[in-house]
Structure formats: C-alpha cells, structure tokens
C-alpha cells in the first residue's frame, strides 16, 4: 500500500488539490521509509561485521545497493514529494541525480549483484573472472557516483534538467 502511494510525489500535475497532493504525498513517502529503514537494518545487523565477510563482486554489488537506495532516499526527502517545491526541483539536474541514483545504482546495481551471486548457479559453473567482476563493480560505482554527484551539485545550484533551456556555457 505504501509503495503505491508514492506514485503522487512523481507525478507534480496531478489534478487533486495542491494541499491534498503535499499531504498525501508527504505522509507516504515518510512513511515508505519505515519498511526500507528496517529492511536495511536487518540487512546490515544479518551481514554482521563486514571486515570478516568473503567478498566478492556479487556481495559487493548488493551491499553497494543498500547504501545508494539509503542515499537516493535520504535525498529525496523533504523537497522531492512537496508539490509546492517539487517544480522547482523538477527542473533542475536534482532529479535525475535522483533517479540515476534510484534505477542505474540501486535497481539495477542490485540485479547484477543477484545475477553474479546466483549465476553460478543458474548455469552450473562459474561464468565470470573474478578481477573482471571486480572491474565491473569498481567502474559500474566510479561512473554512476560522478554521474550522479555532478548532476546533484549542478541540479543544486540551479542547473536546467531540459537541454533546450541550457545556457551555451554548459
């Protein structure tokens, strides 16, 4: 139920009422973060210490998951489900930080995390080199991080998300 409710902070011209929209879209999107908040600590606290954990690409790519979803919900909040301040930041370099963050780093870097962990047994051996998997990790999280960072610090000061509205200097 909480999840689907979320769908009001995406969607800036809804037609319900202005108060009935920041409301409506305030409490839920708070309140998606309770699941999420304990579904991560369970994660982690099940983990344990990860200095004795055998690492590998696929652990590195779940673990790396939790954090970004941790922070692409941490930046979503409180700006991002106010209808009243979602234009704004709607137009900015903000949003897609955010979703890049949501879809590339935490969907997406967690399926491929999934299918590295559970490949082998898909398959039946091993389908990937080790230092290979770990180039993949590194690069997948050095280029989506300064993809992400660039567009939250240009989308912070301001950066026009539409291309046609950007000035000759970007």
């Not at 139920?1 to 839920?28: C, E, K, N």
């Not at 234009?87 to 903000?94: E, G, K, M, S």
Request: hydrophobic content about 55%; glycine content about 10%; cysteine-free.
């Amino acid at each position: 139920m909480l999840g689907a409710s979320v769908y009001v902070h995406h969607l800036v011209d809804d037609p319900w009422p202005l108060i009935l929209r920041d409301i409506f879209a305030q409490t839920s999107t708070a309140l998606i973060g309770i699941p999420f908040a304990a579904l991560w600590m369970l994660f982690f606290i099940t983990l344990g210490d990860p200095r004795k954990l055998k690492w590998d690409a696929g652990l590195a790519f779940i673990f790396a998951a939790a954090v970004w979803n941790i922070i692409g919900g941490i930046q979503a909040e409180p700006t991002q489900p106010t209808p009243s301040v979602d234009p704004t930041v709607h137009n900015t370099l903000w949003l897609p930080s955010h979703f890049h963050i949501m879809l590339a780093l935490y969907s997406v870097g967690g399926l491929l995390g999934v299918l590295y962990v559970v490949g082998p047994e898909l398959w039946g051996r091993k389908w990937y080199s080790e230092k290979l998997g770990w180039i993949h990790f590194w690069g997948w999280q050095g280029g989506m991080g300064l993809l992400v960072t660039a567009f939250a610090i240009a989308g912070f000061y301001g950066a026009i998300r539409r291309e046609v509205a950007w000035p000759a200097f970007l």
